[in-house]
């Protein structure tokens, strides 16, 4: 404990240097939706805010309490210490001490520290109070990680989420969780907020603050209780945030990260061999660590070669890179890590291998390449998307006939329809490089993907629909293939 | 530093500091940018190639580790082995499809090493004629069929 506490007293040190004595700004609401905007020092205590808004609202000091993400703040607390800044909304509710007990007596145990402060108001004001060391031991414990990780000299951190360091040694879930923030584009630390499940109020009280993402993904690993009257739900629902201070509705310009995190036992990085904090740690038994820049590279590379694989319930996805089974990186948006234009490409590759794999085909309209689902029984398929009419085996514009005698009609062109000279000279351009094409290519034997070989032997594997074929025979490849000409 | 470099230079440190029994670093072949080393590894003790000593030519993409190292058998002495080459190719699958960034060069050699240990006769693979006759330069371009995984 006693450790515990002066951890606490040291980063709140480190916290008065850095932020001053602001004014902030910020909004009180109470669950009856009435709320207030306060201007106030941000070294000033919750004690000092229950008078501010009590005067505004009309209301007694002593019934207000202030609830941020799950928890009942503290007289003692700075309103920087507890993380409320400009543009924080802190939910407050209006209840007489006495009420509070009676409403739910065995929640209110645990938070029993709360209503001693009422009493022992004497002991608050000496600065010194056990109780909230007491009753904040899980946080406590939470930023000496993040302070061990930020003093060390060895951890070299991602420069952009280095200098938030000083914000991610802050309480209540602050480096416990991050995002990717579409507004700062790019991975940052997680605010934790959440409300009632039931009738969406924020002043819920949780009895516990969770401590990892299975905690607040799941609606039966925490609990509390809504501090509306007529409100008997005790499920929250939390949600993420960027801890940047953006202004004006962001719902929805932040999604969570599940596979990130702080490297608390300082795991090397897979590939660089570097100790980095925060990093991506895959969901396998021994739980991989990658770190941020390393990450990238394996997207990109993967997705250059095509390697990322179609899972039937994590999407198109990448697998821990040691190959570990069934560890797959479960949540798409961590692609957004390869960066607007690479993600736009996976995220057409993904569309068109689950079209692929599910049976479908891509319309061959140049520049056009929308996922269609052939009807049985036809050869004709009409894109909804272009018009274009193409034929289910040859992949070409449709025609009547077999696709071997249009084939050598489309090469050897044979039509004197009078057309204008750009036309021409387009329809020559577009003529020759369909004849190179002809010329480099082979189509691969299964989903007839035009395919170029550039070296090597002549054991072809489709980057498309990973059949292995023979460059020769353009048949499935076999052991005659390998004794014949395995390299030509 | 790209993270092939940052990676391969912790890998010559780990591997000069504290080689393993057998292998050891040709530190003169090495390149500025670590894209290409030779190392030189030992037949084990108390195996059919005991005392004989030999050369791995390793070359690294900058997509290293995500890319495998071209790992070859170099230099006058290449051993007769059914799974390798006469030209130094190797048909080992963690050189292609089962490479894993969490493999290393020492790792790689370690392998090496424990391929030639389990030997149980010397003799060149028996499609070595026309492979070494056709084959590309490059055994990262041959996909080989991994049937045989007893020796």
């Known amino acids: 404990m006693a450790s515990n506490s002066l951890s606490n007293q040291g980063l709140e040190g480190i916290f008065d240097d850095h932020c001053g004595s602001n004014t902030i700004c910020f909004a009180v609401k109470f669950s009856s939706n009435r709320s207030y905007v306060v201007d106030i020092s941000a070294g000033d205590s919750i004690k000092d805010l229950k008078a501010v808004v009590a005067r505004k609202a009309g209301l007694c000091a002593d019934d207000i309490h202030f609830v941020l993400a799950g928890q009942r703040l503290q007289d003692c607390k700075s309103l920087q210490s507890c993380g409320v800044g400009s543009h924080t909304t802190l939910h407050a509710f209006c209840r007489p001490i006495g009420n509070v007990s009676k409403a739910s007596p065995k929640t209110e145990q645990d938070y029993g520290s709360d209503v001693d402060h009422f009493n022992y108001n004497g002991e608050e004001d000496s600065g010194i109070c056990k109780e909230c060391i007491c009753s904040e031991v899980n946080f406590a414990e939470q930023r000496c990680s993040g302070s061990r990780l930020k003093e060390s000299q060895d951890v070299e951190g991602i420069q952009d989420i280095n200098s938030y360091s000083c914000e991610m040694s802050r309480p209540l879930g602050y480096n416990r969780f991050f995002v990717y923030c579409k507004l700062c584009d790019g991975i940052r630390p997680a605010k934790l907020r959440l409300v009632c499940k039931g009738c969406c109020n924020g002043a819920f009280l949780v009895d516990r603050g969770p401590s990892n993402w299975q905690d607040i993904s799941s609606t039966t690993s925490i609990t509390g209780r809504c501090t509306v009257e007529k409100c008997d739900c005790k499920t929250p629902r939390f949600y993420l945030r960027c801890f940047e201070r953006h202004e004006g509705d962001v719902d929805g310009t932040a999604v969570a990260l599940k596979h990130v995190n702080m490297n608390r036992r300082r795991v090397d990085c897979i590939a660089c061999g570097d100790v980095v904090s925060p990093v991506l740690i895959f969901p396998c038994e021994v739980g991989h660590v990658i770190c941020l820049a390393c990450f990238r590279q394996y997207c990109s590379v993967s997705l250059n070669e095509r390697r990322f694989t179609e899972h039937e319930r994590h999407g198109y996805t990448l697998p821990c890179p040691a190959g570990c089974p069934e560890s797959y990186i479960e949540e798409s948006h961590h692609f957004l890590l390869l960066g607007k234009e690479n993600y736009e490409r996976y995220k057409n590759f993904g569309a068109e291998e689950y079209v692929l794999q599910n049976g479908g085909m891509l319309c061959p309209a140049p520049g056009c390449g929308m996922g269609l689902f052939p009807e049985n029984g036809t050869r004709l398929i009409k894109c909804g998307e272009c018009q274009f009419e193409s034929c289910k085996d040859c992949k070409k514009e449709y025609h009547t006939g077999s696709c071997h005698e249009v084939e050598s009609i489309i090469l050897n062109g044979s039509t004197n329809i009078g057309i204008s000279d750009e036309m021409a000279q387009r329809a020559c351009w577009e003529m020759q490089s369909m004849n190179l094409i002809e010329e480099t290519t082979k189509s691969c034997p299964n989903c007839r993907s035009k395919t170029e070989r550039n070296g090597g032997c002549m054991h072809m594997v489709c980057s498309r629909c990973e059949c292995e074929w023979c460059w020769i025979c353009v048949k499935p490849w076999t052991r005659d293939c390998m004794a014949q000409h395995w390299f030509g | ?151």
């Open chain 2, 1 to 151: 530093m790209t993270s092939m470099e940052k990676r391969l230079q912790k890998e010559l440190q780990a591997m000069t500091k504290d080689p393993p029994a057998g292998v050891s670093v040709n530190t003169n072949s090495l390149s500025s940018s670590l894209s290409e080393w030779i190392v030189d590894i030992e037949g084990a003790p108390s195996t059919l190639y005991e005392g004989e000593r030999f050369q791995l030519g390793f070359k690294f993409t900058s997509r290293y580790p995500f890319d495998s190292p071209q790992v070859m058998f170099i230099g006058p002495n290449i051993p007769v082995h059914p799974h390798v080459y006469s030209n130094g190719h190797i048909c080992l699958s963690i050189l292609t499809e089962d490479w894993s960034p969490a493999l290393s060069v020492q790792s790689v050699c370690l392998s090496i090493v424990s391929m030639l240990s389990s030997c149980k006769e010397k003799k060149l693979p028996p499609d070595n004629a026309i492979y070494v006759r056709t084959c590309s330069k490059d055994p990262k371009k041959t996909r080989w069929w991994y049937h045989d995984n007893s020796v």
